[in-house]
Protein backbone atom coordinates (compact mmCIF):
# COMPACT_ATOMS: atom_id res chain seq x y z
CA UNK A 1 0.00 0.00 0.00
CA UNK A 2 0.59 3.24 -1.05
CA UNK A 3 1.94 5.63 2.43
CA UNK A 4 -1.24 7.58 3.63
CA UNK A 5 -2.80 4.45 2.87
CA UNK A 6 -4.91 2.82 5.80
CA UNK A 7 -6.12 -0.10 3.70
CA UNK A 8 -6.71 -0.40 0.16
CA UNK A 9 -9.53 0.86 -0.97
CA UNK A 10 -9.28 3.96 2.11
CA UNK A 11 -6.50 6.66 2.80
CA UNK A 12 -5.58 9.25 5.12
CA UNK A 13 -6.94 12.05 2.37
CA UNK A 14 -10.35 10.15 2.02
CA UNK A 15 -11.44 10.40 5.28
CA UNK A 16 -10.27 14.16 5.64
CA UNK A 17 -12.55 14.92 2.54
CA UNK A 18 -15.24 13.02 4.49
CA UNK A 19 -15.04 14.81 7.85
CA UNK A 20 -14.54 18.27 6.00
CA UNK A 21 -18.16 16.97 4.34
CA UNK A 22 -19.54 16.44 7.84
CA UNK A 23 -18.16 19.73 8.74
CA UNK A 24 -19.32 21.58 6.67
CA UNK A 25 -22.81 20.09 6.53
CA UNK A 26 -23.04 20.22 10.32
CA UNK A 27 -22.56 24.11 9.56
CA UNK A 28 -25.20 24.75 6.97
CA UNK A 29 -27.18 22.93 9.66
CA UNK A 30 -26.55 25.70 12.38
CA UNK A 31 -26.20 28.90 10.15
CA UNK A 32 -29.91 27.94 8.94
CA UNK A 33 -31.32 27.36 12.21
CA UNK A 34 -29.84 30.62 13.56
CA UNK A 35 -31.06 32.42 10.71
CA UNK A 36 -34.22 32.27 11.89
CA UNK A 37 -34.01 33.29 15.75
CA UNK A 38 -35.32 36.99 14.69
CA UNK A 39 -38.72 37.64 13.36
CA UNK A 40 -40.02 34.32 14.27
CA UNK A 41 -42.54 32.62 14.67
CA UNK A 42 -43.83 33.73 11.10
CA UNK A 43 -47.48 35.40 10.51
CA UNK A 44 -49.17 34.16 7.81
CA UNK A 45 -51.47 36.97 7.39
CA UNK A 46 -55.01 35.81 8.57
CA UNK A 47 -56.72 36.50 11.61
CA UNK A 48 -55.62 33.84 14.27
CA UNK A 49 -53.95 31.81 11.33
CA UNK A 50 -50.90 29.19 12.66
CA UNK A 51 -47.94 30.52 13.50
CA UNK A 52 -44.74 28.95 11.24
CA UNK A 53 -42.99 26.87 13.59
CA UNK A 54 -40.78 23.85 13.22
CA UNK A 55 -37.75 23.40 11.45
CA UNK A 56 -35.74 25.53 10.82
CA UNK A 57 -37.19 27.59 13.41
CA UNK A 58 -35.06 26.80 16.65
CA UNK A 59 -35.62 26.14 20.56
CA UNK A 60 -35.73 29.41 22.39
CA UNK A 61 -32.42 30.37 23.71
CA UNK A 62 -32.11 32.54 26.83
CA UNK A 63 -29.76 35.94 26.60
CA UNK A 64 -29.45 38.20 29.67
CA UNK A 65 -28.99 41.94 29.10
CA UNK A 66 -27.11 44.69 30.97
CA UNK A 67 -29.84 45.89 32.56
CA UNK A 68 -31.16 42.55 33.86
CA UNK A 69 -33.52 41.98 31.86
CA UNK A 70 -33.68 38.06 30.16
CA UNK A 71 -34.59 37.72 26.31
CA UNK A 72 -36.01 34.95 24.35
CA UNK A 73 -34.74 34.07 20.90
CA UNK A 74 -36.87 33.20 19.28
CA UNK A 75 -39.71 34.07 21.66
CA UNK A 76 -42.66 32.19 20.79
CA UNK A 77 -45.34 34.88 23.23
CA UNK A 78 -43.86 38.00 21.87
CA UNK A 79 -46.47 41.05 20.84
CA UNK A 80 -46.99 41.89 17.99
CA UNK A 81 -47.25 45.69 16.17
CA UNK A 82 -50.87 46.34 15.38
CA UNK A 83 -52.04 47.80 12.17
CA UNK A 84 -55.55 48.82 10.61
CA UNK A 85 -55.44 47.43 7.66
CA UNK A 86 -57.64 45.21 4.75
CA UNK A 87 -56.05 42.72 2.13
CA UNK A 88 -56.45 44.09 -1.31
CA UNK A 89 -57.20 41.04 -2.81
CA UNK A 90 -58.94 37.41 -0.95
CA UNK A 91 -55.66 35.05 -1.17
CA UNK A 92 -52.73 34.91 1.29
CA UNK A 93 -49.88 37.85 0.90
CA UNK A 94 -51.94 40.53 -0.87
CA UNK A 95 -51.07 43.82 -0.56
CA UNK A 96 -52.49 45.36 2.62
CA UNK A 97 -54.45 48.76 1.89
CA UNK A 98 -55.15 50.81 5.09
CA UNK A 99 -57.84 51.91 6.65
CA UNK A 100 -58.33 55.04 8.46
CA UNK A 101 -55.87 57.57 9.01
CA UNK A 102 -52.77 55.72 6.40
CA UNK A 103 -50.04 57.29 8.56
CA UNK A 104 -51.01 55.76 11.81
CA UNK A 105 -52.33 52.28 9.69
CA UNK A 106 -49.01 50.66 10.60
CA UNK A 107 -48.31 49.38 7.17
CA UNK A 108 -46.13 49.89 4.08
CA UNK A 109 -43.55 52.13 4.90
CA UNK A 110 -45.75 52.99 7.80
CA UNK A 111 -44.81 49.37 9.52
CA UNK A 112 -43.35 49.28 12.70
CA UNK A 113 -42.03 46.24 14.85
CA UNK A 114 -43.17 46.14 18.71
CA UNK A 115 -39.67 47.26 20.06
CA UNK A 116 -39.21 47.28 23.77
CA UNK A 117 -41.23 50.31 25.65
CA UNK A 118 -37.90 51.30 27.01
CA UNK A 119 -35.34 54.23 26.34
CA UNK A 120 -31.96 53.35 24.42
CA UNK A 121 -29.65 53.70 26.98
CA UNK A 122 -25.57 54.21 27.27
CA UNK A 123 -23.15 51.42 28.56
CA UNK A 124 -23.09 53.59 32.20
CA UNK A 125 -25.84 52.61 33.98
CA UNK A 126 -28.85 54.79 33.99
CA UNK A 127 -27.45 57.43 31.38
CA UNK A 128 -30.32 57.97 28.34
CA UNK A 129 -28.36 57.42 25.29
CA UNK A 130 -31.06 60.15 23.11
CA UNK A 131 -31.95 63.27 25.03
CA UNK A 132 -32.72 66.46 24.07
CA UNK A 133 -29.61 69.53 24.49
CA UNK A 134 -31.38 71.52 27.49
CA UNK A 135 -31.04 68.47 29.60
CA UNK A 136 -26.94 68.09 28.77
CA UNK A 137 -26.06 71.75 27.67
CA UNK A 138 -22.18 70.07 27.38
CA UNK A 139 -23.57 69.09 23.37
CA UNK A 140 -23.98 71.77 20.92
CA UNK A 141 -24.33 72.89 17.06
CA UNK A 142 -20.89 72.85 15.29
CA UNK A 143 -20.35 76.77 14.53
CA UNK A 144 -19.78 76.03 11.20
CA UNK A 145 -23.44 74.66 10.61
CA UNK A 146 -27.23 76.10 10.92
CA UNK A 147 -28.60 75.92 14.49
CA UNK A 148 -32.06 75.24 13.62
CA UNK A 149 -33.71 76.02 17.25
CA UNK A 150 -36.31 78.94 16.75
CA UNK A 151 -36.89 78.43 13.12
CA UNK A 152 -39.84 77.46 11.51
CA UNK A 153 -40.99 74.29 10.65
CA UNK A 154 -42.29 73.53 6.68
CA UNK A 155 -44.60 71.19 5.52
CA UNK A 156 -44.84 69.16 2.56
CA UNK A 157 -47.38 71.77 1.30
CA UNK A 158 -45.55 74.91 2.41
CA UNK A 159 -47.17 75.56 5.38
CA UNK A 160 -45.63 76.06 8.75
CA UNK A 161 -46.66 73.28 11.23
CA UNK A 162 -44.67 74.96 14.18
CA UNK A 163 -40.94 76.16 15.24
CA UNK A 164 -37.80 74.10 16.16
CA UNK A 165 -37.97 74.03 20.21
CA UNK A 166 -34.89 71.67 20.62
CA UNK A 167 -32.52 69.43 19.20
CA UNK A 168 -32.29 65.41 20.60
CA UNK A 169 -28.94 64.42 20.56
CA UNK A 170 -27.54 60.72 20.45
CA UNK A 171 -24.87 60.76 23.09
CA UNK A 172 -22.82 57.96 22.13
CA UNK A 173 -22.91 58.38 18.31
CA UNK A 174 -22.55 62.26 18.98
CA UNK A 175 -25.10 63.04 15.93
CA UNK A 176 -28.29 64.89 16.36
CA UNK A 177 -31.00 62.36 15.59
CA UNK A 178 -34.27 64.55 16.27
CA UNK A 179 -35.67 67.93 15.96
CA UNK A 180 -38.29 68.94 18.57
CA UNK A 181 -41.15 70.81 16.71
CA UNK A 182 -43.41 73.20 18.98
CA UNK A 183 -46.94 73.21 17.51
CA UNK A 184 -48.95 75.99 17.69
CA UNK A 185 -51.42 74.37 20.17
CA UNK A 186 -48.23 73.99 22.90
CA UNK A 187 -47.72 70.62 22.63
CA UNK A 188 -44.26 69.23 20.70
CA UNK A 189 -43.27 66.40 18.51
CA UNK A 190 -40.12 64.78 17.49
CA UNK A 191 -39.16 64.82 14.02
CA UNK A 192 -36.18 62.24 12.72
CA UNK A 193 -33.00 64.23 11.18
CA UNK A 194 -32.95 62.39 7.85
CA UNK A 195 -36.56 63.84 6.82
CA UNK A 196 -35.58 67.24 7.48
CA UNK A 197 -34.15 69.63 5.23
CA UNK A 198 -32.52 72.43 7.27
CA UNK A 199 -31.54 75.99 6.13
CA UNK A 200 -31.25 79.01 7.45
CA UNK A 201 -34.69 80.68 6.45
CA UNK A 202 -36.46 77.02 8.03
CA UNK A 203 -36.63 73.32 8.40
CA UNK A 204 -38.87 71.84 5.75
CA UNK A 205 -40.03 68.51 5.81
CA UNK A 206 -41.50 67.16 2.79
CA UNK A 207 -42.77 63.64 4.52
CA UNK A 208 -45.92 65.09 5.98
CA UNK A 209 -47.95 68.43 5.42
CA UNK A 210 -48.12 70.66 8.63
CA UNK A 211 -51.72 69.67 9.31
CA UNK A 212 -50.29 66.02 9.86
CA UNK A 213 -47.83 67.00 12.14
CA UNK A 214 -50.81 67.16 15.09
CA UNK A 215 -51.48 63.23 14.95
CA UNK A 216 -47.54 62.33 15.10
CA UNK A 217 -46.61 60.16 17.77
CA UNK A 218 -46.52 61.83 21.61
CA UNK A 219 -43.70 60.93 23.89
CA UNK A 220 -45.06 59.33 27.27
CA UNK A 221 -42.01 61.27 28.91
CA UNK A 222 -41.26 64.74 27.78
CA UNK A 223 -37.48 64.08 28.18
CA UNK A 224 -36.91 60.53 26.94
CA UNK A 225 -38.17 58.42 24.06
CA UNK A 226 -38.50 54.89 24.53
CA UNK A 227 -37.32 52.23 21.53
CA UNK A 228 -41.12 51.37 20.92
CA UNK A 229 -41.96 55.31 20.94
CA UNK A 230 -38.95 55.62 17.94
CA UNK A 231 -40.30 53.19 15.52
CA UNK A 232 -44.02 54.57 15.96
CA UNK A 233 -42.38 58.38 14.98
CA UNK A 234 -40.28 56.98 12.38
CA UNK A 235 -43.17 54.95 11.08
CA UNK A 236 -45.58 57.76 10.81
CA UNK A 237 -43.41 59.98 8.92
CA UNK A 238 -42.11 57.13 6.41
CA UNK A 239 -45.91 56.41 5.88
CA UNK A 240 -45.88 60.18 4.69
CA UNK A 241 -43.67 59.46 1.96
CA UNK A 242 -46.92 57.68 0.56
CA UNK A 243 -49.40 58.66 2.21
CA UNK A 244 -49.98 62.28 2.88
CA UNK A 245 -51.87 62.90 -0.38
CA UNK A 246 -53.48 60.44 -2.59
CA UNK A 247 -51.46 62.00 -5.79
CA UNK A 248 -48.54 61.15 -4.44
CA UNK A 249 -49.58 57.11 -5.05
CA UNK A 250 -50.64 57.61 -8.75
CA UNK A 251 -47.53 56.51 -11.73
CA UNK A 252 -45.39 59.49 -12.27
CA UNK A 253 -46.32 59.58 -15.75
Not at 42 to 51: A, I, L, S
Not at 55 to 67: H, I, L, N
Not at 126 to 136: D, N, Q, S, Y
Request: net charge negative; glycine share 10%; proline share 10%.
Amino acid sequence: METGAITQYVDVAQIVLYVFWAFFAGLIYYLVRENHREGYPMDNGRDNGPKITGWPVPDPVSYKMADGRVLLAPDFNRPDGTYSAEPSHPWIGAPLEPVGDPLLAGVGPGGWAQRADHPDMMSTPGELRIVPLREHPDHGVAKQDVDPRGLPVFGKDGAVAGKVADLWVDRSEILFRYLEVALPDTRTVLVPVPFCRIKASGVTVNAVLASQFANVPQLRTPNQVTLLEEEKISAYYGAGLLYATPDIQEPLF
